[in-house]
Structure formats: C-alpha cells, structure tokens
C-alpha cells in the first residue's frame, strides 16, 4: 500500500530556511504520470497547496511562494524534499506531502494519498 | 492565484442532506472538470473524497457526490451520519502556472 510520511525540524528561527523530507513507498517516482505534492495548512486555517514534482523531474510552484521555494526528488531514496527559505513566523504551519496518481488514459489532478503531516514553528 | 470560496459553515441533522458550494472563476473550477473533495476530520490528514468533478474513489459511501455548474462546484453529502462531521475542502486544477488551488474549506456540523 502506498504511504508517505513527512520530517524535518519541529522548529525555526525566522530568516531560516527550512528543509523537508516526504518519504514514501508503495510506488515509484519513476513512472510515468506519478508525481508528489506539497501541501501546508496554518493551525486552524486552510489547506494551501505549495509545490509538486513530476515523475520526469518537472516542476510546479505556487505563484505566490515560488521564490521561496525548491522541490526535488531522490528516485532510488523514495523521497521527495521541499525547502522554504527566509522562513517567517507566518510559515507556521502543518506540512503535507502527497502522492497523485497516474492514469494512462486521462489526466490527473487530485491526490490520493496524503502523510500524516508535519507541524513547523516557526519562531526566534 | 485566490483559494477557492466555500461557506464557512454548514450543517444538517442525521439523515439529511447538506451541500456545499465551492466558487472559483473560470481560470479554475470553470475551465476544467478537475476539481476534487478532501474531508478532514481534527487533527487528521485530509482524505479524497470526490476526484474530477464527480467521480468517487474506491470505498467512499455513495453518499457523497461532486457536481459543477459554471464556475461552481458543490458537494453533497446526503443521508447524514455522525462521522461525516468534519471540514471539507475543494481544490481545482487552474492551469499550468497556477496549477493547484484550494478552497477556503467548510466545516460541517451533524446537529
């Protein structure tokens, strides 16, 4: 069965740069159509979608946040990494990483499959 | 690129139904047939619910369907029960730059 899980620091200075491992299994980065998404949510608000990866090494970013932001992916390690620099106190938030599936036929655009989630802190 | 707008509340007795809208613009929920529904219950990752507008995945209850109109997607949730109590989120696919949006998310009472 497919999992993902999410680590990194509990907790960051502003002006840090924060770095986030997704670590996952049950299927592979390497075929054709799969890619993993990141995904935060401040406490008690809303889900904020942030970045995703293709099998194939392309990437998406949100608008809002793309300076800040990089994901890759290490296909024989199975995971997937997100750093956010210039951290700032409004940063806090859970993070998620998620698993979108492939569909030979059609496009896909949801996520299947989501980590358990990660809170950050972020503060001096 | 703005979230999606959902009512921040809705409710319903066991039994009924309740929907919830979700609004975007026609870069987003208007301009294709990929919006989806995750329901979140506290302290849990969200969990799909609804995919391409109206598709359910394998083991979510019949219950629960997805429609659009324009640039508004809702989902209804009919026959009410307990553990349906929980926020609600919709995302769209908003094209190649913006890619992904969520909605501002609703959250749903069993009274």
């Known amino acids: 069965q497919i999992t993902l899980k999410e680590s990194g620091p509990t907790l960051v200075k502003p002006t840090q740069t924060l770095t986030l491992t997704c670590t996952f299994s049950?299927?592979?980065?390497?075929?054709?159509?799969?890619?993993v998404g990141w995904i935060r949510q401040p406490p008690g608000k809303a889900l904020e979608w942030l970045a995703f990866?293709?099998?194939?090494?392309?990437?998406r970013y949100s608008p809002s946040l793309k300076s800040r932001l990089t994901i890759t992916k290490d296909t024989s390690k199975k995971q997937v990494v997100l750093t956010m620099t210039n951290m700032d106190p409004v940063d806090t938030a859970t993070y998620y990483c998620?698993?979108?599936?492939?569909?030979?036929?059609?496009?896909?655009?949801?996520?299947?499959?989501w980590g358990q989630g990660t809170l950050v802190t972020v503060s001096s | 690129q703005s979230a999606l707008t959902q009512p921040p509340s809705a409710s319903g007795s066991p039994g009924q139904s309740v929907t919830i809208s979700c609004t975007g613009t026609s870069s987003d929920v208007g301009g294709y047939n990929y919006v989806s529904w995750y329901q979140q219950h506290p302290g849990k990752a969200p969990k799909l619910m609804i995919y391409d507008v109206s598709k359910r995945p394998s083991g979510v209850p019949d219950r629960f369907s997805g429609s659009k109109s324009g640039n508004t997607a809702s989902l209804t949730v009919s026959g009410l029960q307990a553990e349906d109590e929980a926020d609600y989120y919709c995302?769209?696919?908003?094209?190649?730059?913006?890619?992904?949006?969520f909605g501002t998310g609703t959250k749903v009472t069993v009274l």
């Open positions: 995302s769209s696919y908003a094209g190649s730059n913006n890619f992904y949006v």
């Open positions: 049950g299927f592979s980065l390497s075929t054709s159509g799969v890619g």
């Open positions: 990866i293709y099998w194939n090494d392309d990437k």
């Open positions: 998620a698993h979108r599936p492939s569909d030979y036929w059609n496009a896909v655009h949801y996520f299947d499959y």
